[in-house]
Structures are given as structure tokens and as C-alpha cells.
């Protein structure tokens, strides 16, 4: 099956905080794990990504945790901001082909 | 900005029409893929296309159709619409050699009447 959870589904945090969002997916056969940022109107935008062969990455504030094992991976932002208010969507490749499922996607709101 | 453009920004048509939609990949990118995304859902895969031919596709019906051209711009047809396909659809680019990273448009919203 093909089958992504994404939890939860709205956040919110004060600025300055910390965000996790938690993605769980059924499909074992999948080896890439992207993040998209999705603002009002406007198209989804790739924020980080892993591949099955790394268990994290980072970039500045943002970093990706994967645990294959458990089939799933989770988005952190750290010292949030108020322009980091967006959907996120999970969107793990499935299907053994280059597929992205999407999760149900989380209402992040950073506040001030 | 990604790069990839679609248009028009947004139609509204009625139930039974037929629609094309357009999307300009990122240059050097040679594989587009179609997702339909309805209000407060994710996107859902409708197809792909890679040099020219559909090489994966989701649960959509046939009248859902599409094209890629030899410039890798792609087309995205539905034939008798209905009031279900309101949505935002998006085309995604990505080049092979660069493996799997997708680089998505701003989308056309679609409103079926």
C-alpha cells in the first residue's frame, strides 16, 4: 500500500520556537523522503529531502530525521519565524517508480 | 521561483467542457509530472511523462490525458469535466540525471460550474 500520514495537522508555536511535523508512510519500497512548503496560492516548494541511505540532514534552521525502520520521517524547524507560516506537506516516493504521495499536509502558524 | 510555469493562472468552465491546461518545464529538466490538488488536500499524482511517452500514472480516468512535446513542455487535457475536477492542478519538473528532486509550478485553479 500507499498509504502517508502526516500529524499534525495544524501547529502552533510562538516565534522563536521549535516545530515538528511527523510523516509515517507504508510503502517500504521508498528510498526518498522530500518536504514541501506550500504558501497561499502558490505551488508547492521543495524546503529539504533525504534519501533511505541517510538517517539526517540539515540545512540552517531546518533539518529531516529518517527512520526507515519504523517507516517514518519528521521535519524540524528550529528558531521559527513568522514567514515560516505555510502548509507542509510530506511527499514520500512510492510505487517504485518517481511518484510522490503526499501527506494530508500541517498548518504551521508561528506567532508573535 | 522553480522555473516551471504554467498557464492561464486560473479558468472557470462548465460541466461537460473540455480543458487544456499548459506548463513550461525548468530548462534541462526532461520529465514532467501532472498533480491535482483539491481544496485543503495534498496533491495527487495524475501522471508523468518522460520523452515524450506517459511512463507512470495514478488512479485518474482516461479522460484525463496529456502530452509532452519536444521541448519537454507538457499539456494536461480532461474531457467531460465534472464538477469533482475543481481544482488546483500543478505540473512538476525534474531532470533524470539529477534523480528524484521535483521542482513544482504555481498551478492552474480549475472551477467546474
Known amino acids: 500500500g500507499e498509504n502517508v500520514e502526516q500529524h499534525p495537522s495544524t501547529l502552533s508555536v510562538q516565534e522563536g520556537d521549535s516545530a515538528v511535523i511527523k510523516c509515517t508512510y507504508s510503502?517500504?519500497?521508498?528510498?526518498?523522503f522530500p518536504w514541501y512548503k506550500q504558501e497561499l496560492g502558490k505551488g508547492p516548494q521543495l524546503i529539504i529531502d533525504i534519501r533511505s541511505n541517510v538517517g539526517e540532514k540539515k540545512d540552517q534552521r531546518i533539518a529531516v530525521t529518517l527512520n526507515k525502520t519504523a517507516k517514518h520521517f519528521s521535519l524540524h524547524i528550529t528558531e521559527t519565524q513568522p514567514e515560516d507560516s505555510a502548509v507542509y506537506f510530506c511527499?514520500?516516493?512510492?510505487?517504485?517508480?518517481?511518484?510522490?504521495?503526499f501527506g494530508t499536509g500541517t498548518q504551521l502558524k508561528v506567532e508573535l | 521561483e522553480t522555473g516551471v510555469t504554467q498557464s492561464p493562472t486560473h479558468l472557470i468552465k462548465t460541466r461537460g467542457q473540455q480543458v487544456t491546461l499548459r506548463c513550461s518545464s525548468q530548462?534541462?529538466?526532461?520529465?514532467v509530472s501532472w498533480y491535482q490538488q483539491a481544496l485543503g488536500q495534498g496533491p495527487q499524482f495524475i501522471f508523468q511523462?518522460?520523452?515524450?511517452?506517459?511512463?507512470g500514472r495514478g488512479n485518474f480516468p482516461p479522460r484525463f490525458s496529456g502530452l509532452q512535446f519536444p521541448n519537454y513542455s507538457s499539456e494536461l487535457n480532461v474531457n467531460a469535466l465534472e464538477l469533482d475536477d475543481s481544482a488546483l492542478y500543478l505540473c512538476?519538473?525534474?531532470?533524470?540525471?539529477?534523480?528524484?528532486?521535483?521542482?513544482f509550478g504555481p498551478g492552474t485553479r480549475l472551477l467546474v460550474l
Open positions: 530548462s534541462g529538466h526532461n520529465t
Open positions: 512538476a519538473s525534474r531532470a533524470q540525471r539529477e534523480g528524484e528532486t521535483q521542482y
Open positions: 510503502d517500504s519500497a521508498s528510498n526518498y
Open positions: 511523462y518522460y520523452r515524450e511517452e506517459e511512463n
Open positions: 511527499a514520500p516516493r512510492t510505487g517504485g517508480g518517481n511518484k510522490l504521495t
